[in-house]
């Protein structure tokens, strides 16, 4: 019967097997995002396009509150309060978009060690469970750390998953 196993921060896994899972493009996984090549990706680049939009479209409500913030309207009970609706519902927009949208397929390879950095768990807030991880050493060459980077990641690739990726992990 498999038993329970929560990791310490720091704790390092060597993948069994291949591991793929979905890496959202997000500015945590920028570094495994370029190793992978991924707005290469046709299907990956249109997301992409999809979520400019909506990033544009919060920008365009945010100038517009900005710009009228001061001005007396007739009619509206509380224009301050529904020019930031507005802002604040552009912001989810752009936010849910990015995140559910824009992700792309990738493949670590057995024999990848990767060292846990952060857990993220909070009741309520199941779409957000997720851990992150450095990549310690791969052999897929893409993924090794580079040396001569500086930084808290000493050239280590950092990146997310969503815990429910996490849990089809196969490590020795």
């Known amino acids: 019967m498999p038993k329970l196993f929560v990791p310490e921060i720091g704790t390092t896994l060597k993948l069994e097997r291949d591991w793929t899972f979905p890496l959202h493009n997000e500015g945590r996984n920028r570094a495994l995002w ?79 060690e990767l060292q846990l950095d952060r857990i993220y768990v909070r009741k309520g807030k199941e779409d957000f469970s997720s851990l992150s991880f450095m990549v310690v050493s791969s052999p897929d060459k893409r993924l090794s750390p580079n040396p001569a980077t500086k930084g808290f990641t000493k050239g280590k690739k950092r990146f997310w998953a969503k815990l429910d990726d996490c849990n089809r992990i196969e490590f020795i």
């Open 34 to 112: 370029e190793a992978f090549d991924c707005e290469k990706d046709p299907a990956t680049y249109a997301a992409m396009q999809q979520v400019y939009a909506a990033e544009q479209a919060f920008q365009t409500a945010v100038n517009r509150r900005d710009r009228h913030m001061g001005h007396q309207y007739t009619g509206v009970v509380n224009p301050r309060a529904a020019l930031q609706q507005a802002v604040q519902q552009a912001y989810q927009n752009m936010l849910v978009t990015r995140m559910d949208l824009v992700t792309h397929s990738v493949t670590i390879v057995a024999g990848t």
